[in-house]
């Protein structure tokens, strides 16, 4: 999801100048296995960062450390709401938490328990979804600015699994300067992956 002056490299004037100037694209490039694989590799990551993150005393989760959204546990925070959102998008459930969700979960354990639920979404979702759905057109209207917009199914499951990676790199940082290892976040150290042969 994208911040009106945040969450993008980009500001408002630049997202209406990138709105007026876009340009009808391909047909859909990604395919339901880069879906399901995906969200295989999103469960996986967060299920190890927040076993990791369970070590550390509240405080620390929550000590603004310069990020973007201040702490560790407000990235996580909007890292979920995000995921909530698009995935809601997808299946035409949306998600009524306002942007960009950095504080709606206090308790680290109703995070968590959010986390496995927002995981469990896509996981079905990406189990279900066809060429079809991702060479269709998505309506909908942004949580930052209540415009409506178009956009390419496929690109916006783009941007799911992108701004989670993203915002999980940010937090794999914020984790080292709090002392905690965030372990291998590479995919193909996924289990299952990765035949090593010699």
């Known amino acids: 999801m994208s911040s009106p002056s945040k969450d993008a490299s ?9 709105d007026a100037t876009a340009q009808p694209l391909p047909g859909a490039v990604l395919t339901p296995a880069y879906c399901q694989l995906m969200a295989r590799y999103g469960r996986w990551k967060n299920e190890r960062m ?6 550390l ?5 929550k000590r603004d450390r310069g990020a973007f ?7 996580l925070n909007h890292i979920v709401w995000a995921d909530r959102v698009w995935i809601g998008r997808f299946t035409g459930t949306p ?31 990406a189990g279900r979804v066809d060429e079809h759905w991702l060479a269709s057109t998505l309506d909908y209207r942004a949580s930052s600015d209540g415009k409506r917009r178009l956009l390419a199914a496929w690109v916006g499951v783009a941007h ?5 990676t993203h915002h999980r790199g940010q937090v794999t940082t ?8 965030p372990g291998v976040t590479d995919l193909p150290y996924m289990p299952g992956i990765t035949r090593i042969v010699d």
């Open 95 to 125: 998600y009524g938490v306002a942007a960009f969700g950095i504080d709606q979960f206090d308790d680290f354990g109703a995070l968590a328990r959010a986390r496995e639920e927002a995981d469990t979404l896509i996981l079905d979702w």
């Open 10 to 18: 980009s500001g408002p004037a630049e997202i209406a100048a990138a």
């Open 50 to 55: 927040f076993a990791a993150l369970a070590a």
């Open 69 to 75: 959204f201040g702490s560790i546990h407000a990235t």
């Open 160 to 164: 799911l699994f992108n701004h989670a």
């Open 174 to 181: 914020l984790m080292k300067q709090a002392g905690a290892t």
């Open 57 to 61: 005393p509240d405080a620390e989760r």
